[in-house]
């Protein structure tokens, strides 16, 4: 009988938890997914630190632990309409590749059981694509539950991109080039946090 009692109370958590037996999307309005570049007009000390960020955000988390997030080019917003149009042109070639695009699995199990305000740290494996290449990325997030609808995603620590493995470094120099710049950054460090809502 104890056991039994155990179980159900067991199985009752679950599914008041907020990550237990559903899938999730990511609430556009509600989420953030900055990056910031470094530039410098000339050689030197004087470099400037410039924050960017998507205004599209699209991405879901299936029950099974499994997560894409999809970033498209056209929501990329540096605050000069210019640099926009070039960056998504020149750099990420948004007419062939419309799409910056994440994929990876987290453990669910580990997930579940969270009620609102408690989060848990997960270390999470993913693989990254820009243009037509891919590369795995590594860090640590933060899963932390908001109610039983909602919970939110959190970078702990920027996850730094080299522009070089995804072979951004053309677009990087005719950047630098038509700007009249000595200087651009080719690593770039992400943050964001995510809203996830129940689908």
Known sequence: ?????????????LIASPFAWADWKVNEAQSHFTFQSVKAAQVGPDAATEVHRFK???????????????LPIKGLAT?????DERMMEMLFNSSAYPTIQVKGMVDAAYLSGQQPGQFKDVDVEAELTILDQTHPVKTTLRYTALDNDRFMVSTLDPIIVNGNDFTL????????????LAFISHTVPVNFDLVFDQD
């Open 56 to 70: 599209r955000i699209e991405g879901k988390l299936k029950k099974d632990g499994s997560f894409e997030l999809t």
């Open 1 to 13: 009988m104890k056991k039994k009692l155990t179980t159900l109370a067991l199985l009752g958590g």
């Open 169 to 180: 470094t053309e677009g990087i120099v005719s950047l630098r080039e038509i700007a009249n």
């Open 79 to 83: 605050g000069i309409e210019i640099r």
